[in-house]
């Protein structure tokens, strides 16, 4: 996943700034940077349909092999027209690998060791996004986006070579009926799992989605253009990748640390320890206090989203062993999808509208409903193949 997600990184970071010179208009920018997680709302089911057919081993392969083929495309034909396609391309692939990875951990993982192992997987594809971030910015200037794009496509057959290496262990799916439909798992029954699929619905709601999306227009708001910091002047566009920064920091050192945890004692008890952390990063955003207090709401914030999420994906593949775990995850990872990619025009919508005060204070009281949605206890399954 890491060295898969390397040209969908690399993108947020480099394309706003090469858009002109690739005669791509700013609208453009909008739709090639947001199309892949919408389409993920369909192509996660989808995943689970290919699972159930194809295995999860030839599963992950087709997953590689696509997002190989959609980040050597970004350079190939970097162009408006073909990058929308191709990022399609990418949301379908990434619903593989995701879906691959909860197979890997379902199947190989005790229920002792799930949180640990999501916490780990987050940790380590965060790396490969904040590495892009990083190295993607710089290979641009020097080598240009094209090429750019290209070379971390090629990195990508490295991760091709890993899931034939390795997925072998993975136990054969038994067949599956080819003319069977996957449909969603949106019930009306309020069971565990739906609990948690409303539960991360809000969580990604509130972080990755409003407390990232508009902490840049909170800072500009408050700060205007730059900052005085000891008598230099920093843009405000970098102080705000600095707080962003900060989440992919916490996604690989907090993940792994609340998922552990949660294998020892428990996931309902840390998920609460969490949902408080958030509710208190929150307050600070809300009010007008100095920067260095926001600086600290919005870490505690991060943090907090980064093992709340990983509590809930650790619960709900507890709850996955008692049932069709392809299709009870598939539904877990489009709930998150939704509220990740709902939370950034409502928010900005409610910002206009009213003021980015309440937008935090609303995320609050979200978290605080979390409490009440959680179900009382997780029951743990063997899975099912």
Request: net charge positive; charged share 10%.
């Amino acid at each position: 996943m890491a060295l898969s997600i390397l040209g969908d990184s690399m993108l947020y970071a480099v394309l706003p700034a090469h858009a002109a010179s690739l005669g791509i208009p700013v609208a453009g920018v909008g739709v090639i940077l947001s199309v892949n997680r919408w389409i993920r709302l369909a192509t996660n089911f989808g995943a689970a349909g290919v699972f159930r057919r194809l295995g999860s081993r030839r599963g992950l392969i087709v997953g590689s092999l696509l997002a190989t083929a959609s980040t050597l495309s970004y350079g190939l034909f970097p162009y408006l027209g073909a990058l929308i396609p191709s990022r399609i391309a990418w949301g379908a692939s990434f619903s593989l690998l995701r879906l691959g990875a909860y197979a890997g951990i379902i199947q190989e993982g005790a229920d002792s060791s799930r949180g640990r192992l999501m916490g780990l997987h987050q940790a380590i594809s965060r790396t490969g996004s904040l590495m892009a971030v990083l190295l993607g910015g710089i290979l641009a200037v020097t080598i240009g986006f094209r090429a750019t794009a290209i070379a971390f496509g090629l990195v990508g057959f490295l991760g091709l070579g890993l899931v034939l290496r390795f997925t072998g262990r993975l136990r054969p799916d038994p067949p599956a009926d080819p003319n069977a439909a996957v449909q969603p798992h949106f019930d009306l029954v309020w069971t565990p799992s739906n609990r948690l699929n409303l539960a991360v619905l809000i969580a990604a709601f509130i972080s990755p989605g409003a407390a990232v999306a508009t902490i840049g227009l909170l800072l500009y708001r408050r700060y205007g253009d730059s900052l005085d910091v000891g008598g230099f002047s920093i843009g405000i566009a970098a102080v705000a990748g600095v707080f962003v920064a900060t989440k992919f920091a916490a996604d690989i050192i907090i993940s792994p640390l609340f998922g552990a945890v949660s294998d020892r004692l428990g996931r309902r008890p840390i998920a609460r320890l969490a949902i408080t952390l958030t509710v208190a990063g929150l307050l600070p955003l809300a009010l007008p206090l100095p920067l260095p207090l926001l600086a600290l709401g919005a870490i505690l914030i991060y943090a907090a989203a980064a093992g709340l999420y990983i509590v809930l994906e650790a619960w709900a593949a507890d709850l996955a062993g008692a049932g069709d775990w392809r299709l009870l995850m598939s539904t877990f990872a489009t709930a998150r999808d939704a509220g990740s990619a709902l939370a950034p025009l409502l928010a900005f919508a409610l910002a206009a509208a009213i003021s980015l005060a309440w937008v935090y204070t609303g995320c609050a009281v979200l978290a605080v409903t979390i409490l009440v949605i959680l179900p009382r206890t997780p029951a743990p399954q063997s899975p099912k193949a």
